[in-house]
Every structure is written in structure tokens, then in C-alpha cells.
């Protein structure tokens, strides 16, 4: 699929230019001898490619801007069954069952990464598409919180619809809903969708300023709701156990929905609630070395770190830097400097290796945190001292970069694991869209044996590329198996794409700074 890129105005470049040069020039001086020796890719074409995936992913009517031609509208009844709207949102992955909390964390991240770096996705054009994909997650959100303690939590069941291998314009499968309320409660799910639409408020606050307000508005009310009726949303609904279990509980996501908060609305209780509960829920307690959809600790004391930036938190800088030793155990681990077990693996290619389904989720994940606490340190002229040596802001950019230019190509398959990027990458991604033939070129009902019979056991590569998408990637000896059968590694999710687009701004400016056409 061919996309164009949005081209630069000259008066808009000089001026971004001129803001950049005075705001980063020091940053830029600092970092510029990286690009000079080390292989760069065409991170703006990642970026864009990146935002085109959660076009792919959409549920509902399609707009009229829709650029991933060989989707059309799906899910139109979703939510019908229990008289409450719940069409739009995304597919999580490459089934169709709508489930909210990594649904929740793949907005989120990509509020997040708008919210560090907006200049740079904006400098690139891309913008407007980034607001397209956080307000598709939103728009879907708003309609799921019914009431302030109801959150529509799942769409469809995910037993019977691995049982179809179905565009998802042809679903047959149950698309039944589940809920939480206040007698099934579910407060890591409403805790991770109050964050989403908390960072989403900061991302529309000035170019949507009514809609942000609404977005803060259900936003506090899912804290409210989560904090008052506790407990884990799959013990509410027990569908979801053998797909998102929320094994880390529900504190973190308490923490992370008022940390998110006090960042949308500065109201000091926000953050005294992160304070107060920093040691019983675990945010000082819990030294991790992931960050994904269920685990949200890292992220947490990363965000909780910076706050120490600012005078008026010098109140609690006791706690805050307990926050930040937690962070800077999971950034020693992640650079292999801490004492032995506690260091995350690698893969011989140099590949960070959490677990063995899906490992790139953890991989875009520790790239972005890298990268914003590399600016933190970068900014505060500090460093890092890990039980294996000092580390500094340098150290994990160039591994955070190190991690994005494995999965854009630099690896030993020389595969690029993000589709439809460079010349060699997944073929046979485990993705019912993608592996039948588009509805729009074929409108004839493909059922559920007969997408199995003719499209999943095709030899032949997809005949819809699903660009953009980070599929889960090599195992720990960097072997990768391009087989649609291979979900372990072939099967791609939202939430392993969102925490790359910020990366691929920053990456993408450093590699091309406007200084040099205007000074």
C-alpha cells in the first residue's frame, strides 16, 4: 500500500527549527556523534507506518479517510444483544474479540508518546494521524462507560472466535458483551481506561479542548469507580482468563490512573494518593523488569522519577526517590548492569528477551521508557549508578536505539519485524484480515472452516499486507519462523506498535534536524 507523505511548509520548518535549536540544541550536540557511524534507518517512513497499523485494527463504520483500503465496516451490532452502543474500538490482535484493558494500554502508550514527543511527530506530518488513532481508542471508551460505575469491559468471546478464521467483516462468531460494575468489579481495568483517557485529555487539550474536558470528566470517574469497589476485572469476567488475566492485580493500575491524573489536572490529591499508597500497593515494593498491559510498575516509577525535576514535589522527594530506585533497577536491568539474575535476558543478536510469546511487546516497551529517561537524566545533568557501574543518558539512548534498529532490520535474519517496512519482513502474519482476501475486492461470505480450508494453511504469503504491525518476533537464539501457524511469533498487537511511535519521532529528528537548511 502506498502512502504519501505530508510535506513540510519552508515558514513552518524555520520556525520549528529555530524552537528546536534554542530548546535541544545541547541534546542535539550531545547525541549527533551517534548518527554519524551507526547505521540509521527511515524512521519517518516507521512512524508513519506504524500509525497506519491502527487503521487495520479498526472496529466499526470506517471514515471516509480510511487509508487501509482492504478494510471495510465491521462489528456494526456490537453491543446490541445488551442495548448499549459498543461499536467502534480496536481488534487487539489478529482475532476480533474487543478486549479493554490492552485495548486501555495501547491508548495510553500512544498518548504517552505523543505527550514526550508531540514536536517530533509533528515534524514529520504525522500529527493529525496520531490524534486519529488515540480518539479512535477514546470515541470507543466514552461509549463503554455507560455510567460512572459501569465499564463494558469485552465484545465477543474469545473461545468461539478462535474457532473461525473470518474477515472480520464476515463474523459469525457470539458477539456477546461483559461488564463490570459495582458487583463485579474490575478495578485494573477501569484503573488502565481512566489512565488512557487521562493522557489522552493532555494530548487534546489545546486543539480539542471540549473533548479533553470530557475525557477528564469519565476519567475521573473510572478512578473513583475503580478505587471504591476493588478487585481484578477477570474475576468479574471470567472470559477473559485465558487471554488478559490481570496477574499483577489491580494496584498498579490505581497508581498509574492517579499518577496519569495529577499530570491531566495538577490536583495535588492525585499525586498524594500515589504517595500515600506508594508502599501498600507496591510502587516502591515491586522491583520489575517488564512493562507491558498488565504490569504497569515500571512506567509508574518512571513517570513518578521525573516529578523530582520540580520544586514544588520536593515535599515528597523521600518517596519519589524510592520511585526512582525501583526505575532505575528496571533500567540496570534492561542495560544488563545489574547483578546477574536480576538482568533481563538477550538474545545472541542482542535482542532483549522476556518470555517467549509475544517478546516484542517488552521490547517496544523498555525502548520507550529508555528513551524518556534518557531525557530526564539528560535534562537534570544526572547519572545513573547500577550495581554493575554508572551508566549516563547516552548509555540508554544508544540501547534504547539499539533495540528499535534490531526490529527495523539490524538483527542477524536481517528481517525487519515491523510489516511492510524495508525489503524483508513477515509474510504470513497470523491475522484473519490480512491472510483472506479483502471484502472489498470479494464480497462473497467466507465462512469459518472455509477461511480455515483455503486462506489460514495457504503456503502463499498474506494477500493484504498488515503495515506497520510488530509481530511478536524471533525466540532467544534470534530464529524466527515465518509460518501463519506460528502465532507464538508471527501473531502482531496493538500495544507492541504504540510504544514505537514516539521512538520513531525522536529517532527520525535526530537523524534529520532542520538546523542545517535554516542556520
Not at 152 to 171: F, I
Not at 199 to 210: L, Y
Not at 326 to 338: M, P
Request: charged residues 20%; hydrophobic residues 35%; glycine residues 8%.
Amino acid at each position: 500500500m502506498a502512502e504519501i507523505m505530508q510535506k513540510k511548509k519552508p515558514s513552518f520548518a524555520y520556525h520549528f527549527s529555530l524552537y528546536r535549536f534554542l530548546k535541544h540544541f545541547s541534546v542535539l550536540l550531545s547525541l549527533s556523534t551517534i548518527f554519524s557511524s551507526v547505521r540509521a534507518f527511515d524512521y519517518a517512513d516507521a512512524l508513519s507506518k506504524s500509525l497506519l497499523y491502527f487503521e487495520a485494527q479498526r472496529s466499526g463504520r470506517l471514515p471516509y479517510n480510511q487509508r487501509v483500503t482492504w478494510r471495510d465496516h465491521s462489528g456494526l451490532t456490537d453491543g446490541l444483544e445488551q442495548g448499549v452502543d459498543l461499536v467502534g474500538g480496536y481488534y487487539d490482535a489478529g482475532d476480533h474479540v474487543k478486549f479493554g484493558l490492552p485495548m486501555a494500554f495501547t491508548v495510553t502508550m500512544l498518548s504517552w508518546g505523543v505527550t514526550e514527543y508531540g514536536e517530533e511527530i509533528s515534524y514529520v506530518g504525522e500529527m493529525e494521524h496520531a490524534f486519529e488513532a488515540i480518539k479512535w481508542g477514546t470515541d470507543y471508551f466514552i461509549k463503554a462507560h455507560t455510567s460512572p460505575n459501569v465499564l463494558w469491559a469485552e465484545v465477543g468471546d474469545g473461545d468461539t472466535d478462535h474457532y473461525c478464521w473470518q474477515r472480520p467483516e464476515d463474523m459469525t462468531t457470539s458477539r456477546q458483551a461483559f461488564k463490570i460494575d459495582e458487583n463485579n468489579p474490575g478495578s485494573d481495568l477501569a484503573g488502565e481506561t481512566a489512565a488512557a483517557m487521562a493522557a489522552a485529555s493532555i494530548v487534546f487539550r489545546k486543539n480539542n479542548p471540549h473533548y479533553s474536558h470530557l475525557l477528564l470528566h469519565h476519567a475521573q470517574e473510572l478512578f473513583e469507580f475503580g478505587e471504591k469497589y476493588r478487585g481484578k476485572y477477570d474475576n468479574s469476567v471470567g472470559e477473559v482468563k485465558s487471554y488478559y488475566a490481570s496477574v499483577s492485580g489491580y494496584e498498579d493500575e490505581l497508581l498509574w490512573a492517579a499518577l496519569w491524573l495529577y499530570k491531566a489536572t495538577d490536583n495535588e490529591e492525585y499525586l498524594k494518593y500515589v504517595i500515600n499508597n506508594a508502599n501498600s500497593f507496591g510502587g516502591i515494593g515491586w522491583a520489575i523488569t517488564e512493562f507491558s498491559w498488565d504490569v504497569k510498575f515500571a512506567g509508574l516509577q518512571i513517570i513518578a522519577s521525573k516529578l523530582l525535576q520540580e520544586e514544588k514535589h520536593k515535599e515528597h522527594s523521600h518517596m519519589l526517590e524510592q520511585y526512582r530506585s525501583k526505575a532505575e533497577h528496571y533500567i540496570c536491568s534492561c542495560l544488563n548492569k545489574n547483578n546477574g539474575s536480576s538482568n533481563v535476558e538477550r538474545t545472541p543478536g542482542g535482542l532483549l528477551y522476556v518470555r517467549q510469546w509475544n517478546n516484542m511487546q517488552y521490547v517496544s516497551t523498555s525502548a520507550f521508557l529508555l528513551s524518556v529517561y534518557s531525557d530526564f537524566l539528560q535534562k537534570s545533568n544526572q547519572k545513573i549508578s547500577c550495581s554493575e557501574g554508572i551508566v549516563d543518558h547516552e548509555d540508554l539512548f544508544n540501547f534504547a536505539k539499539s533495540q528499535v534498529d534490531y526490529i527495523l532490520g539490524f538483527n542477524p535474519r536481517n528481517m525487519s519485524y515491523l510489516v511492510g517496512f524495508g525489503p524483508n519482513y513477515p509474510k504470513r502474519v497470523h491475522h484473519r484480515g490480512a491472510s483472506i482476501v479483502s471484502y472489498r475486492e470479494n464480497k462473497g461470505f467466507i465462512g469459518c472452516t472455509q477461511g480455515y480450508d483455503y486462506w489460514y494453511n495457504r503456503d502463499e504469503p498474506n494477500p493484504n499486507i498488515l503495515i506497520g504491525a510488530l509481530v511478536g518476533g524471533p525466540d532467544n537464539q534470534d530464529n524466527f519462523e515465518d509460518d501463519r501457524a506460528n502465532y507464538v511469533q508471527t501473531e502482531a498487537c496493538t500495544y507492541n506498535t504504540a510504544p514505537l511511535v514516539g521512538i520513531f519521532a525522536k529517532l527520525n529528528f535526530l537523524n534529520n534536524p532542520p538546523l542545517i537548511a535554516s542556520f
